[in-house]
């Protein structure tokens, strides 16, 4: 109320200056005494003179429309108040009541205090986007329909809404837009009833159209469906109450039951699912036994008079809901379902595909009661006379209650339907006596087909046809001489001759054309006026398929969006592929339509089509068309579009003002740079302007002077540089490096839409802002709604974009999005030292986020000096006024929970950067240090011995600093639990104890080896290496907390020792103990690559792991180089360069300053500490010469090289010499192709060969190796690959074919030999190399990125680091150069304008211009090293000639596809003759897959078009590559395309279910080396089949989402699969690609198999059941029968019965039926097994003597003698299958531990069967860790939080001995460890102390609460 008020008094200002403000009291909304507001308070009005006249006036100032009484006398009660106006006389005519005649003085009483009615604004209501009695709210206002927004929306206003539609109360109120989203104006919010009220108006709210909503907080109801009897007569016109199920839905008398509300779902008015309202919500009817005379029991519930049909098998959908009634067997006489026999409410053995249904009869019953009702007789009798008139229509609509009558008896017909036609368009038909029939056309139209098109759900209709234009009809002609006025709401309510009364044939049948379904249209993905197609279609926008996509249907799309025609009409998702539904296919336009939905097409969403076929146009526009070409997003080669074609501008005069233009004219403020000259590179199309003039002030470049003639080159083609719209972007709602992304644009800061958001787009964002690249994209809001404009929406970078601006997108502000979508990312959290430098000044951004970069230095993961990034570097904060509070800020903006300690006096040592801030002075509340209030930026008077420092909690991102113990787990004696090491490095230092909320020292009295190994030990080291005395790491600062240590060394931690006391010494910090531990990590190596380069890994804990590259550098990479005896590093490599690795990650976040001796001394997150994976895995290049001061003895120097190579020493000894000796390793193949070629060497500045002598395999892997391929195919001799020209280096080679280069085999000596280059040899390699770079030479090192084998970006490695080629000149004699130096034959192709991706390095050629006899491109000419005038939009690329080993799968999907190879510069197929598995094998292997499904012929993915390369191909299946099998000839064939070969390849053949049970569980997939998960999104039943199928199961019950059985922890292989459930494998189904995906772990998709496996399994190695039978009768059920049945799960499926989750009966699945077990010799051991096998951790107890109840089905199992130790039941001892001597008197049983790991057991047992102080005998702690958390609690099969309110250390206790726990240290309230998402199950929780569980004390009800998430409970327990 306070916000309306004050909008009034600023309307009341603004309007008459100091006119007095006006309300009403004492009355209701819209009624009251007239008060008004003058000097500081509120009046009364005297009623002297008060009428209508003034009562209108004071309506109208409040908003409604007018006033429907004047009230006096105080008929609102008196006020107190002075009485400030009188004797009011107004015309009606003023806008405020004190513009009218009045008096300031009265001679009143408060007796007479005047009073008004006001009409009432909203007194239309109605229930859109549900059903009869249940919808979205909405109300009429302004003249139109709008929504109420949800926020305050409780059950006590929804009972307003409910009984102002007619109903005696609401059962439910409903919020976030349950019933869809509305679209009109949002009319109210913050509505508050007191539950009294008649209309919602006269409930409390913000206001009319004061809001803070959007649509998706739409609020709704669900009212009881029994209308009320007292009906309110007011001024509610009958057709605003719902016509749908206030009557149709309603029990009649005789019943009572429990499910007295039923409805239809999914169908129509007279048919549909069956549901009932049961426990508060909507359930379902299971098929089984579902016959017709239950079908009359509901229909006859439901006012109908019988069934016409009773349906099963979900015949009208599947509902969502609980199965309440299962096996119902009515006689048909009964009043409701419940009445009928039944299993029991939810009891069944049922799934939603078995929902029933029903067609009731479309005529009510004759059993309502006839008082004011008309009956079928007499509505027979009226339809048939002279009374169905203009005076029968006058009769009926005036009375209320027969209106209602009337609309009751309309639903004879109240399905129709459009036949012979379109979605929109067709032959009328409606249902009629149990089958369709027509409508004949006599008199129809335009009000007839109004009322038709609004039946079927459209605003009105276009046309109404006759002369059956949409084909006859074969049913019955129904109405004849319809006659509506056009205000009906269906046809039966029109005039019409009679039901089946006509003189008609179907040649006379009606149709329509309905108002456009699809008449929004939208490009996207494109510009203005060209992208792709979009319609928008059931709320969301989807695409059409560009089949028979032509010019005329592009033209009708141009037209929809108001331009004059089409210039293109696109295909094959040329615009990028949609995301939503296909809607439209086979378009066949004529070109005359006015919308897309009025031309021919299949039907909507009808189609077979994949979003790669998106059709899109290009739209002609006003002025000629204007792009960029050959640039960047905002730069760029200017090209207009004219006469079909684009075309360039010529130079001549161009300047900044006619760039400007082009800049405006696209979209950009302005031009930063005109360019001439082709900067952007040539085009190809005509020069279409010349000596363009503008004068600055045009809108497009063809409004400034120009020649269309030209005299020009297109060396002369004209270009421009646009400023960067959106060059400013900041990070909201996060920490330094995450956030919202906002953008500047207009002024202000506005979101990014999160449609399409990818990592890709993030990188962008990050490089940005200055930091290396992104870790996470977020969606959804994650980091809170954003307020301003929504800037970019379908963002789409490729990456290597410098601003998001620069990427795809829909437009600046063009968006259909809300701010719950806005786009977030997670930055890797070391800024770039290069942060890009903005134009606009700095005084012009907010403030905040200007240090939104914090680190800790000089300390450990959680402690540390406080360090700022400003100015492009870090500084420190100085402690003047730190403390706690300024300490917090800093750990939270770090990502901790709070700040333990707040360190002053430069305790992490002395910072070296500028001091940046002083005085901080922090609330603690804020976000960032630069929130709080400080001194200014670099404005102090300290010196950095004030440095300040935190410590901080150390349980955020578990960065605890070494130990790998959380503070929780360790032993209880350790007061002194926290130790470590400062003021020296990893392994070393002072050694200091936490103790009373800080750190001390220990003194060195007594300080020896064994003290200081139970330290290292403590720290997580093996042992011990040096104790440190006299403080050797300098003094502390703290206190001395232990002295005269005296350990025996097998202690656990310090404070087990001996020692004088806490805090007894007689020491000064002048004695600190210190120790060095032994490092941990003292064994490195280098894998995946070769000798002196490779993937960094350490031996950690028995076993090799690797390193993350987060802040991995070349100081790292000294360190690891020096480590294994190398002088230094070349280069530290990331991104897993030389491949993953598979063990631990050990180290993240390493920070070596260059001189430690180990990796292990330099900083570090902690041993195994990381958020890091594989692909992180960091490498180095070390220098190839072993560093000089290795020691000599063993090494060999080159003087002493070239002594022993010239004797006799080259033998075996010389060979043990020189293992580490590089002389040649520089190795390449020449004369070949990329993995094949002649052997050469570089030795003494130039290339030479390796003669054939002794030349084996074993030689040829080390040179393979060596390359970077794993091994060799063959080892060529006689100069395979042409005779070679240099030196002959090496003779008699003999390698064993473990060395690492050639020079490590025995050999003659370095050129001594006996051959000549005939001899010279050659290898073939296996064809897929690692990425190795050679590391000699000064432009020799040549590369290939962004590409493939043969082709990519020419990058060449100069100063210890790739760059690229400029383009300037680039042609194809250049390239040969690069493709032969490659040891590729020529180039195919030469490529400009960065075609394979932008690099990243220093462009190092320019200008190159070679004669092509070259050996490398710095022979050629050039312009100098690193000169140049380009951009990476200008790297050279090249295409290198290969034969055929470069393949492709086309026509298909990731794995599977027509086969294609490239050959002559062009793909060409494979012909299908002797095509099989065989060589299908190749192909995948050769594409990186593990082998082939299948091998497919006869085109199955469709006829190529180029050449067919092979055929008769006959492969082994061993080869390499496909030219290495035999075939008939390159080009040899007499095949045609119709015989093209494919292949489905094998991606993964391993799929496991884990975090369920044996037949449920979250779907997992092996690739890669490890399992990965499949993504939710489009998950169904038809994909869960394919899986289920794969596991050996039959068929699947369930596909479930968002990771139901928990997120998995590795990659996301598969997104977005589409199996039609034939498939054998789920690589067989449609996805997005391996790995290609938009999905978190909480979107893991999982499954529910039928528990009874396929009786299609191989038998092979099966236990057939004859078998089974033979070996249980024999004497083999021994020790040996048990060793043979231990894989065999005959027995996999069991329950518990009788009981509840964790205890019953125990029963297994046998030849389909539940059975028990005997409790013959049944314990304890047996007990374990069926726990374990249900999934709990072990058994409390084994129950005998059928404890939980007799079975009822056969007795499986007896004599059961398990050692404890089995999976399964049937891998214990027992007599047999079904042998036995018991009766079910002796049924065992089991009690389980009760708290499982994940998955409770699912049982078949409703919950009120359980023990009533056990119905939340479940509880676990979550959110937190082990000992805390937030209290959730198991009930109804789904978890619950429990709310604060009342929450206390007494009800903590409760929970914490449930748990196992002692006590409770702390009851928390306000949702301290986050927000719950289920139910809330208890509230008012009010325990004695001495309950066992929750549930046993006082409470308000299970799910009775007034309680929201943010209240959620919980606890600290303590732990001893």
Partial sequence: MQLWWLLVVACSVLISGNAKLIRLAGGAGNTGRVEVYHNGQWGTVCDDGWGLEEANVVCRQLGFESASWSRTMAHYGQGTGPILLDDVVCDGSETFLTQCSHSDTHDCQHTEDAGVDCYSVLNNVRLAGGGGNYGRVEVYYNGQWGTVCDDGWDLIDANVVCRQLGFESALESKSSAFYGQGSGTIVLDDVDCTGDEDSLDQCRHNGLEEHNCVHYEDAGVVCSNTPNTLLPTTDTPSSLLPTTGVWNNVRLAGGGGVLNNVRLAGGGGNYGRVEVYYNEQWGTVCDDGWDLNDAHVVCRQLGFESALEGNSNAMYGLGSGPIVLDDV????????????????????????????????????????????????????????????????????????????????????????????????????????????????????????????????????????????????????????????????????????????????????????????????????????????????????????????????????????????????????????????????????????????????????????????????????????????????????????????????????????????????????????????????????????????????????????????????????????????????????????????????????????????????????????????????????????????????????????????????????????????????????????????????????????????????????????????????????????????????????????????????????????????????????????????RHNGLEEHNCGHYEDAGVVCSNTPNTLLPTTDTPNTLLPTTGVLNNVRLAGGGGNYGRVEVYYNGQWGTVCDDGWDLIDANVVCRQLGFDSALEYNSNALYDQGSGPIVLDDVDCTGDEDSLDQCGHAGLEKHNCGHHEDAGVVCNSVLNNVRLAGGGGHYGRVEVYYKGQWGTVCDDLWDSDDANVVCRQLGFEFALEGNRDALYGQGSGPIVLDDVECTGDEDSLDQC????????????????????????????????????????????????????????????????????????????????????????????????????????????????????????????????????????????????????????????????????????????????????????????????????????????????????????????????????????????????????????????????????????????????????????????????????????????????????????WDLNDAHVVCRQLGFESALEGNSNAMYGLGSGPIVLDDVDCTGDEHSLDQCRHAGLEEDNCDHFEDAGVVCRVFDNVRLAGGGGNYGRVEVHYNGQWGTVCDDGWDLNDAHVICRQLGFEFALEGNSNALYGQGSGPIVLDNVNCMGDEDSLDQCRHNGLEEHNCVHYEDAGVVCSNTPSTLLPTTGYITEELTTLLLSTSYFTEALTTLLPSTNILNTVRLAGGGGNYGRVEVYYKGQWGTVCDDLWDSDDANVVCRQLGFEFALEGNRNALYGQGSGPIVLDDVECTGGEDSLDQCRHNGLEEHNCRHHEDAGVVCQNTPNTLLPTTDTPSSLLPTTGVLNNVRLAGGGANYGRVEVYYNGQWGTVCDDGWDVTDANVVCRQLGFDSAKEGNSYALYGQGSGPIVLDDVDCTGDEDFLDQCGHAGLENHDCGHHEDAGVVCTVL
Avoid at 660 to 671: I, N, P, Y
Avoid at 1186 to 1202: A, D, K, Q, R, V
Avoid at 1301 to 1313: F, K, T
Wanted: a negative charge.
């Fill in 329 to 932: 067997d009515c006689t048909g006489d009964e009043h409701s379902l419940d009445q009928c026999r039944h299993n029991g409410l939810e009891e069944h053995n049922c799934v939603h595909y078995e929902d029933a249904g029903v067609v009731c009869s479309n005529t009510p019953s004759t059993l309502l009661p006839t008082t004011g009702y008309i009956t079928e007789e007499l509505t027979t009798l009226l339809l048939s006379t002279s009374y169905f008139t203009e005076a029968l229509t006058t009769l009926l609509p005036s009375t209320k209650v027969p209106i209602r009558l009337w609309r009751w008896r309309v639903d004879i017909l109240n399905t129709v339907r459009l036949a012979g036609g379109g979605g929109n368009y067709g032959r009328v038909e409606v249902y009629y006596k149990g089958q369709w029939g027509t409508v004949c056309d006599d008199l129809w139209d335009s009000d007839d087909a109004n009322v038709v098109c609004r039946q079927l759900g459209f605003e009105f209709a276009l046309e109404g046809n006759r002369n059956a234009l949409y084909g006859q009809g074969s049913g019955p002609i129904v109405l004849d001489d319809v006659e509506c006025t056009g205000d009906e709401d269906s046809l039966d309510q029109c005039r019409h001759n009679g039901l089946e009364e006509h003189n008609c044939g179907h040649h006379e049948d009606a149709g329509v054309v309905c108002q456009n379904i699809l008449n929004t249209v939208r490009l996207a993905g494109g510009g203005g006026n060209y992208g792709r197609v979009e319609v928008y279609y059931k709320g969301q926008w989807g695409t059409v398929c560009d089949d028979w996509w032509d010019s005329d249907d592009a033209n009708v799309v141009c037209r929809q969006l108001g331009f004059e025609f089409a210039l293109e009409g696109n295909r094959y998702a040329l615009y990028g592929q949609g995301s939503g539904p296909i809607v439209l296919d086979d378009v066949e336009c004529t070109g005359d339509e006015d919308s897309l939905d009025q031309c021919r097409h299949n039907g909507l969403e009808e189609h077979n089509c994949g979003h790669h076929e998106d059709a899109g146009v290009v739209c002609q526009s006003n002025a000629k068309e204007i792009r960029l070409a050959g640039g960047a997003g905002n730069t760029g080669r200017v090209e207009v579009y004219h006469n079909g074609q684009w075309g360039t501008v010529c130079d001549d005069g161009w300047g900044i003002e006619e760039a400007d233009v082009v800049c405006r004219q696209l979209g950009f403020e302005s031009a930063s740079w005109s360019r001439t000259k082709a900067h952007y590179g040539q085009g190809t199309g005509p020069i279409l302007l010349d000596d363009v003039v503008c004068d600055g002030s045009e809108t497009s470049l063809t409004q400034c002077s120009h020649s269309d003639t030209d005299n020009c080159q297109h060396t002369e083609d004209a270009g421009v540089d646009c400023y960067s719209v959106l060059n400013n972007v900041r990070l909201a709602g996060g920490g330094g490096n995450y956030g919202r992304v906002e953008v500047y644009y207009n002024g202000q800061w506005g979101t990014v839409c999160d449609d399409g958001w990818d990592l890709i787009d993030a990188n962008v964002v990050c490089r940005q802002l200055g930091f290396d690249s992104a870790l996470e994209s977020k969606s959804s809001a994650f980091y809170g709604q954003g307020s301003g404009t929504i800037v970019l929406d379908d963002v789409d970078c490729t990456g290597d974009e410098d601003s998001l601006d620069q990427c795809g997108h829909a437009g600046l502000e063009e968006h259909n999005c809300g701010h719950h979508e806005d786009a977030g990312v997670v930055c890797q959290n070391t800024p770039n030292t290069l942060l890009p430098t903005t134009d606009t000044p700095s005084s012009l951004l907010p403030t905040t986020g200007v240090l939104n970069n914090v680190r800790l230095a000089g300390g450990g993961g959680n402690f540390g000096r406080v360090e700022v990034y400003y100015k492009g570097q870090w500084g420190t904060v100085c402690d003047d006024l730190w403390d706690s509070d300024d300490a917090n800020v800093v750990c939270r903006q770090l990502g901790f929970e709070f700040a333990l300690e707040g360190n002053r006096n430069a305790l992490y040592g002395q910072g070296s950067g500028p001091i940046v801030l002083d005085d901080v002075e922090c609330t603690g509340d804020e976000d960032s240090l630069d929130q709080c």
């Fill in 1163 to 1474: 900083r570090h997150n902690g041993l195994e500490e990381h958020n890091c994976g594989h692909y992180e895995d960091a490498g180095v290049v070390c220098s190839n010469t072993p560093s000089t001061l290795l020691p000599t003895t063993g090494y060999i120097t080159e003087e002493l090289t070239t002594l022993l190579l010239s004797t006799s020493y080259s033998t075996e000894a010389l060979t043990t010499l020189l293992p580490s000796t590089n002389i040649l390793n520089t190795v390449r193949l020449a004369g070949g192709g990329g993995n094949y070629g002649r052997v050469e060497v570089y030795y003494k500045g130039q290339w030479g060969t390796v003669c054939d002598d002794l030349w084996d395999s074993d030689d040829a892997n080390v040179v393979c190796r060596q390359l970077g391929f794993e091994f060799a195919l063959e080892g060529n001799r006689n100069a395979l690959y042409g005779q070679g020209s240099g030196p002959i280096v090496l003779d008699d080679v003999e390698c064993t074919g473990d060395e690492d280069s050639l020079d490590q085999c025995r050999h003659n000596g370095l050129e001594e030999h006996n051959c000549r280059h005939h001899e010279d040899a050659g290898v073939v390699c296996q064809n897929t190399p690692n990425t190795l770079l050679p590391t000699t030479g000064v432009l020799n090192n040549v590369r290939l990125a962004g590409g493939g084998g043969n082709y990519g970006r020419v990058e060449v490695y100069y100063n210890g680091q790739w760059g690229t080629v400029c383009d300037d000149g680039w042609d194809l004699i250049d390239a040969n150069v690069v493709c032969r130096q490659l040891g590729f034959d020529s180039a195919l192709e030469y490529n400009s304008n960065a075609l394979y991706g932008q690099g990243s390095g220093p462009i190092m050629l320019d200008d190159v211009d070679c004669t092509g006899d070259e050996d490398s491109l710095d022979q050629c000419g050039h312009a100098g090293l690193e000169e140049h005038n380009c951009g990476h939009h200008e790297d050279a690329g090249v295409v290198c000639n290969s034969v055929l080993n470069n393949v492709r799968l086309a026509g298909g999907g990731g794995n599977y596809g027509r086969v294609e190879v490239y050959y002559n510069e062009q793909w060409g197929t494979v012909c299908d003759d002797g």
